[in-house]
């Protein structure tokens, strides 16, 4: 069986020469474009106004080529950068150097959360888009936890196991096309060529910051969006304690345990950590489907449903990366087939039935059906779901 246990995240960006976030800054108009997007995720969603990073002591894990740690500087961090893929240092030192703020990092480390040696905290540690993909990661966490000073931030992202069902759902459908159209290698030009006929059209009415072809190796046929790849609130929360930190925000936001309470009212961090994944019960169709459902439409998942999309995510991940499923083992399952068919949510209802359309498309063994069946859907093609999540905690 191949998957990701021979090859880590780090190893498998630099066999394929790849950047995963080439974001581009290099004119004014992309900078301010990149800008706006990294204040939206600071101020509107994490509840984080920039004057947080303003004269801040800020190490940030996975920096990559620098630039969101370069958002940051200019707002006034003293950066401490750390980051194990050497071919990216250059570009990063590049950067800050052309916006004239190299003289706001303190330090450019060239090594990994593990092989990083702390001589002090940080009022904010940063570390995304890479933690789910460790083997380590809980331990990562934990050490992330300890380098926040006391009433400091942490903010870290991970790719959530039940809101990338949307983008396993597109390994699914890529991995049948391509094993019908015989293109063996995921990485070979033949299997860009396939997923630009399949996707471009839909990724082109995202607001992704990078290129098709980084999103199509860093997460269409990247060996890291599987099951082991996958993380979910109920694992973090349980780290974040702990590591002696608790849930302050979320991107996206969907925690409102807080709201309409009074501040007298306080709630024992681990009491409140409860309260907030009752309420991820009733958002599982969202986290799922990322599509915004009127409340009461559709009730709280049950653990049977919840346990019936941990079960189609391993078969799909192992349909996808070995050979041991074969295309006609797959299956929708029916307790989450009940929960979103029978509810009162129109969207989801139509969802529902297009998926299992596919799913039949994909068990069978014509190319075009398989092709045709996503296309034609109106609904599956635009839902992404909730894949990437971001929670920033504090440091008791
Ligand atoms: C998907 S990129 C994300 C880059 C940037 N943080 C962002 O969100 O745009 C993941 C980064 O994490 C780095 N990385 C991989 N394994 C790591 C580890 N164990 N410790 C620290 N960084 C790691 C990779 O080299 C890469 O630069």
Not at 12 to 35: A, R, S
Not at 46 to 51: D, G, S
Not at 143 to 159: A, E, M, R, T, Y
Request: net charge negative; glycine share 8%; charged share 25%.
């Amino acid at each position: 069986m191949t998957t990701k246990k021979e090859t880590t995240l780090l190893e498998y960006y630099q066999e394929h020469g790849l950047n995963p976030v080439p974001i581009d800054v290099e004119d004014q108009t992309c900078w301010k474009e990149h800008v706006i997007k990294r204040r939206n995720l600071y101020e509107k969603h994490l509840m984080l106004p920039t004057v947080c990073f303003r004269d801040r002591s800020v190490i940030e894990f996975g920096c990559n080529s620098g630039e969101n740690a370069l958002y940051l500087a200019a707002l006034g961090a003293r950066l401490t950068l750390v980051e194990p893929n050497g071919q990216v240092l250059p570009r990063l030192r590049n950067l800050f150097e052309r916006f004239g703020l190299d003289g706001r990092i303190e330090a450019l480390v060239n090594t990994d959360i593990a092989g990083f040696e702390a001589t002090q905290q940080y009022d904010v540690m940063l570390a995304e888009g890479f933690l789910s993909a460790l083997a380590e990661r809980d331990q990562a966490v934990l050490k992330l936890g300890s380098l926040v000073k006391p009433g400091g931030l942490g903010v870290i992202s991970f790719d959530d196991r039940y809101g990338s069902l949307m983008e396993l759902l597109r390994q699914m459908i890529f991995r049948r096309v391509r094993q019908l159209s015989g293109v063996e290698d995921p990485h070979g030009e033949q299997s860009l060529e396939l997923a630009h006929g399949l996707f471009t059209e839909d990724f082109g009415r995202l607001n992704a910051s990078r290129p098709f072809s980084a999103w199509w190796e860093d997460v269409l046929v990247s060996p890291f969006v599987s099951w082991k790849g996958l993380w979910c609130y109920h694992e973090m929360l349980a780290l974040l304690e702990r590591a002696d930190c608790e849930f302050y925000s979320s991107s996206p936001r969907w925690v409102s345990v807080d709201n309409f309470t009074w501040y007298k009212n306080v709630t024992e961090r681990h009491h409140r950590h409860e309260r907030i994944l009752e309420q991820w019960n009733s958002c599982f169709a969202y986290f799922l489907t990322g599509m915004m459902i009127d409340e009461g439409a559709i009730g709280p998942a049950s653990v049977e449903v919840v346990e019936s999309v941990d079960e189609l995510i391993r078969l799909i991940s192992d349909f996808v990366f070995s050979d041991d499923v074969l295309a006609a083992e797959l299956h929708w399952p029916d307790l989450l087939d009940e929960y979103l068919g029978c509810c009162q949510a129109a969207g989801l209802k139509a969802v529902n039935s297009e998926i299992k359309r596919v799913f039949e498309a994909v068990q069978g063994d014509d190319l075009e059906k398989v092709r045709v069946g996503y296309q034609q859907t109106e609904i599956l093609r635009n839902l992404w779901g909730t894949h990437g999540h971001y929670i920033s905690f504090i440091k008791a």
